[in-house]
């Protein structure tokens, strides 16, 4: 057998990191485009992250340039497996005791839309993308991310293909709906060994019986938020919504709470707030019933539209006539709100794989390009908790300070020297995937800030970003 060919090695501690996928690429081409390709996505933000910045090329004059041709080819039309790589990235992530699953963390499901332009790319359509908060032309992913409040990252991604893609349209058998590939994304997560106290999905998903289903039928507990006025079968004399239910429960104060019980959530920053929750009876829902409905407020009185959640879940009831025949552990009022409250970090998973790694900005139209680059995206971005738990690394006291104290008012800034290694070595001090400050330049882009890192504007706008003094 004839060996094979040692690879430019990546900068830095990516290097060891895209090592261990070096068994899934069968040429040398496909291992370095693995490795040009997770570097260009963890260096520091400037323009879109198409295929020419990945590259370090021009936009539109340097599509033809030879490093941009491979990364195109490999991301295209070279042999590999997307579904092989996420694979071994959840096994890295199972291995590693610090990012490693346990039976206390959710599996959160999600959905997210992009804006694309045409309509020869695979998944496009006019449909509702939530990141714009409108309907507009793009294309929709359903996701799936493990998270127990410490660490998160996501597990698949499946791209939804609108019903015009089909030739039966809705009534297709290829046809599937996003709750339907929500919950087999869920059940692929549990397959691959990770385990969960529950799956938690917003009010989106809480309309589909199939949902619903296909979550009972992979033997998965649910927390899911219900819409306050969506109403349900009940006698006249009952109540018919969520909120009405939650209007029906008792409250004085919160001396005389009622049929209330206070909750202490704890936030990551260290701060508590105390919410109050209860276990209310609307149609089937109830505390004895299979599926209860709990409500979980700051203010029992008012019910604020965005401080109240109603949620439906299928753990039992502590008192339930089923816990003990139930085959999942009950779960009292603290710990439905716990599980809940785990939902946004999908959001925050959101505006790091978008706004600093590029989730939207491929500019490929087949359906295996645009999986693959999803794929890669989620390696960055797992590769990124690889480095935050890494022992310590030394500080590159060689490199150049990217937020220099003094900054010339006029002329162009100085242009940093060529760098030796480009990404994160270890801890930081700082509650940051990775601290610029620390390692070398240019270096991952922080991941766990409170912002999207601003784009650079085009050469027809900058004059509108100029600083006035």
Same mark, same amino acid.
């Given at each position: 057998?004839t060996?094979?060919?040692?690879?430019?090695?990546?900068?830095?501690?990516?290097?060891e990191?895209?090592?261990r996928?070096?068994d899934?690429?069968?040429s040398?081409?496909?291992?370095?485009?693995?490795?040009?390709y997770l570097?260009?996505?963890l260096a520091?933000?400037e323009?879109?992250?198409?295929i020419?910045?990945?590259?370090?090329?021009?936009p539109?004059?340097g599509?033809g340039?030879?490093?941009?041709?491979r990364?195109q080819?490999?991301?295209?039309?070279?042999?590999?497996e997307?579904?092989?790589?996420?694979?071994r990235?959840?096994?890295?992530?199972?291995?590693?005791?610090a990012?490693?699953p346990?039976d206390g963390?959710?599996?959160?499901i999600?959905?997210?839309?992009?804006?694309?332009d045409?309509?020869?790319?695979?998944?496009?359509?006019?449909?509702?993308?939530?990141?714009?908060?409108?309907t507009?032309?793009g294309?929709?992913?359903?996701?799936?991310?493990w998270t127990?409040?410490?660490?998160?990252y996501?597990?698949?991604?499946t791209?939804?293909t609108?019903?015009?893609h089909?030739?039966?349209?809705?009534s297709?058998?290829s046809?599937r709906?996003?709750?339907?590939?929500?919950?087999?994304?869920a059940?692929r997560?549990?397959?691959?060994?990770?385990?969960?106290?529950a799956v938690?999905?917003?009010?989106?998903?809480?309309?589909?019986?199939d949902?619903y289903?296909?979550?009972?039928?992979a033997?998965?507990?649910?927390v899911?938020?219900l819409?306050?006025?969506?109403?349900?079968?009940?006698?006249?004399?009952?109540?018919?919504?969520?909120?009405?239910?939650a209007?029906?429960l008792?409250?004085?104060?919160a001396?005389?709470?009622?049929?209330?019980?206070?909750?202490?959530?704890?936030f990551?920053?260290?701060?508590?707030?105390?919410?109050?929750?209860?276990?209310?009876?609307l149609?089937?829902?109830?505390?004895?019933?299979?599926?209860?409905?709990v409500?979980a407020?700051?203010?029992p009185?008012?019910?604020?539209?965005?401080a109240?959640?109603?949620l439906?879940t299928?753990?039992?009831?502590?008192?339930?006539?089923?816990?003990?025949?139930s085959p999942?552990s009950?779960a009292?009022?603290a710990?439905?709100v716990r599980?809940?409250g785990?939902?946004?970090w999908?959001?925050?998973?959101?505006?790091?794989?978008k706004?600093?790694?590029?989730?939207a900005?491929?500019?490929v139209?087949?359906?295996?390009?645009?999986?693959?680059h999803?794929?890669?995206?989620?390696?960055?971005?797992?590769?990124?908790?690889?480095?935050w738990?890494?022992?310590?690394?030394?500080i590159?006291?060689?490199?150049?300070? +990217?937020c /220099?104290?003094?900054?010339?008012?006029? !002329?162009?800034? #100085? &242009? $940093?020297? @060529? %760098?030796?290694?480009?990404?994160?070595?270890?801890?930081?001090?700082?509650p940051?995937?990775?601290h610029?400050r620390?390692? +070398?330049? /240019?270096?991952?882009?922080s991941l766990? !800030?409170h912002? #999207? &890192? $601003?784009? @650079? %504007?085009g050469p027809d706008r900058r004059?509108h970003?100029?600083t006035?003094?």
């Amino acid at each position: 057998m004839t060996a094979r060919r040692p690879c430019p090695p990546a900068p830095g501690p990516l290097e060891e990191y895209a090592a261990r996928f070096d068994d899934l690429f069968f040429s040398l081409a496909q291992r370095r485009g693995f490795r040009e390709y997770l570097t260009g996505l963890l260096a520091p933000r400037e323009r879109n992250k198409t295929i020419t910045c990945l590259a370090g090329a021009e936009p539109v004059a340097g599509a033809g340039m030879p490093g941009v041709q491979r990364l195109q080819f490999f991301l295209s039309e070279s042999p590999w497996e997307a579904e092989l790589v996420n694979h071994r990235r959840l096994e890295l992530l199972r291995e590693q005791s610090a990012t490693a699953p346990h039976d206390g963390g959710v599996i959160v499901i999600d959905d997210s839309g992009d804006r694309k332009d045409g309509t020869a790319t695979a998944h496009v359509g006019r449909q509702w993308l939530g990141r714009l908060g409108k309907t507009d032309n793009g294309i929709v992913t359903v996701t799936t991310v493990w998270t127990d409040g410490r660490v998160y990252y996501p597990l698949h991604a499946t791209p939804y293909t609108p019903a015009h893609h089909f030739a039966r349209g809705r009534s297709d058998p290829s046809f599937r709906t996003k709750p339907q590939l929500a919950a087999a994304l869920a059940a692929r997560g549990k397959e691959a060994g990770f385990g969960c106290r529950a799956v938690v999905a917003d009010c989106a998903y809480s309309v589909s019986d199939d949902w619903y289903l296909a979550l009972r039928e992979a033997d998965l507990a649910y927390v899911v938020a219900l819409k306050p006025h969506r109403g349900t079968w009940a006698r006249a004399d009952q109540p018919h919504t969520p909120i009405e239910a939650a209007h029906a429960l008792a409250w004085k104060d919160a001396r005389r709470p009622g049929d209330w019980t206070p909750v202490k959530r704890h936030f990551r920053d260290g701060h508590t707030e105390t919410w109050w929750a209860a276990d209310a009876r609307l149609g089937g829902y109830g505390p004895d019933s299979s599926c209860r409905l709990v409500v979980a407020t700051t203010d029992p009185a008012g019910l604020p539209e965005k401080a109240t959640w109603y949620l439906a879940t299928n753990l039992p009831h502590p008192d339930a006539p089923h816990a003990t025949t139930s085959p999942h552990s009950p779960a009292d009022l603290a710990e439905i709100v716990r599980l809940y409250g785990l939902r946004p970090w999908i959001e925050q998973s959101y505006k790091q794989i978008k706004d600093e790694l590029g989730w939207a900005d491929f500019q490929v139209r087949s359906d295996r390009a645009i999986r693959r680059h999803q794929t890669l995206v989620n390696c960055a971005f797992s590769f990124c908790w690889d480095q935050w738990f890494a022992p310590p690394g030394p500080i590159d006291a060689t490199a150049p300070d +990217p937020c /220099p104290h003094e900054e010339p008012e006029r !002329g162009p800034s #100085p &242009t $940093p020297p @060529a %760098p030796t290694a480009l990404l994160a070595q270890g801890l930081t001090g700082h509650p940051l995937l990775a601290h610029p400050r620390r390692h +070398p330049h /240019p270096m991952v882009a922080s991941l766990d !800030g409170h912002g #999207p &890192t $601003p784009r @650079a %504007p085009g050469p027809d706008r900058r004059g509108h970003q100029r600083t006035r003094h």
